[in-house]
C-alpha cells in the first residue's frame, strides 16, 4: 500500500514558467512533509519542508502548498530555471519517533530552455 | 565539511558472493538509514538505527543485513546478493529532533549490479 502518491511522474516546462508537483497521503499521523531534489548521479537533498500547522511555506522561488484536510500537498516552482531540472521526490514522516520517510515515486521535471 | 560516504561507488559483483557497502558519516548524527532507489518506485528504506546497536527492519529489508557497532558508521551487507538486488542504494543520517531538526543528509549513491 502506497501511503504517498505522487504526480507527474514526469513534466516539462518552459523556462521561466511554473512547475508544480503533486502529492498525496494515507497516513494522519504523518506530521512532516519535506521535497528532495536529486540530480542525476547524486543523493536527493532537502529542499523544503512543512510542518501541518501552516498551509505555505515560501524558500526563494519555492512553495509548498498544505491542504490538510484533503491530505495533499504541492510543490511550486517559480519562474522555472534549467538549472531546476532535476527529480523531485515529496516525503512524509512521524516526528514524535524516528523520522522514517516514506517517500513518493519520483517526478522527472525537464526545464526546457 | 559535513558528509555522509558511501564506499564502492559502483559494484559489479556475481549472484552468491557476498558484499559489504560502508557507510560513513561525520556529523555525530544518531540515525543512520539505508535506502534502495529502483527506476518507478522512488525510494524504499531498508533498514534504519536509531543509535548504535539499535536496528529496525525498513520497507524492504529481505536479502539484507546490517550493524551499529559505532556512531559513524553503518554498513549494509548482503550475504547472498541476487540479480533483483540489482539497484542503486543510498545511505543517510539524521541528528536528534530539536538539534539538527528532521533533515535527512544522503550519501551519494552506491550503484550495485548483481549478475
Known amino acids: 500500500q502506497q501511503q504517498v502518491k505522487q504526480s507527474p511522474q514526469s513534466l516539462i516546462v518552459q523556462k521561466g514558467g511554473i512547475s508544480i508537483i503533486n502529492c498525496a497521503y494515507e497516513?494522519?499521523?504523518?506530521?512532516?512533509f519535506p521535497w528532495y531534489q536529486q540530480f542525476p548521479g547524486k543523493g536527493p537533498a532537502l529542499l523544503i519542508a512543512?510542518?501541518?500547522?501552516?498551509s505555505e511555506k515560501k524558500e526563494g522561488r519555492f512553495t509548498i502548498s498544505f491542504n490538510k484536510s484533503a491530505k495533499q500537498f504541492s510543490l511550486h516552482i517559480m519562474d522555472s530555471q534549467p538549472g531546476d531540472s532535476a527529480t523531485y521526490f515529496c516525503?512524509?514522516?512521524?516526528?514524535?519517533?524516528?523520522?522514517?520517510?516514506?517517500f513518493g515515486k519520483g517526478t522527472m521535471l525537464l526545464v526546457s530552455p | 565539511e559535513a558528509q555522509v560516504t558511501q564506499n564502492p561507488r559502483y559494484l559489479i559483483t556475481v549472484t552468491g558472493k557476498k558484499l559489504t557497502v560502508t557507510c560513513s558519516q561525520n556529523?555525530?548524527?544518531?540515525?543512520m538509514s539505508w535506502y534502495r532507489q529502483d527506476p518507478g518506485l522512488g525510494l524504499r528504506q531498508i533498514y534504519y538505527s536509531m543509535n548504535v546497536e539499535v536496528t529496525d527492519k525498513g520497507d524492504v529489508p529481505e536479502g539484507y543485513k546490517v550493524s551499529r557497532k559505532e556512531k559513524r558508521n553503518f554498513p549494509l551487507i548482503l550475504e547472498s546478493p541476487s540479480p533483483n538486488q540489482t539497484s542503486l542504494y543510498f545511505c543517510?543520517?539524521?541528528?536528534?529532533?530539536?538539534?539538527?531538526?528532521?533533515?535527512?543528509?544522503f550519501g551519494p549513491g552506491t550503484r550495485l549490479t548483481v549478475t
Open positions: 512543512i510542518r501541518p500547522d501552516v
Open positions: 516525503a512524509a514522516s512521524i516526528g514524535r519517533r524516528y523520522s522514517t520517510l516514506t
Open positions: 497516513n494522519t499521523a504523518f506530521d512532516y
Open positions: 556529523m555525530n548524527h544518531e540515525y
Open positions: 543517510a543520517s539524521r541528528g536528534s529532533v530539536g538539534t539538527a531538526g528532521y533533515e535527512q543528509y
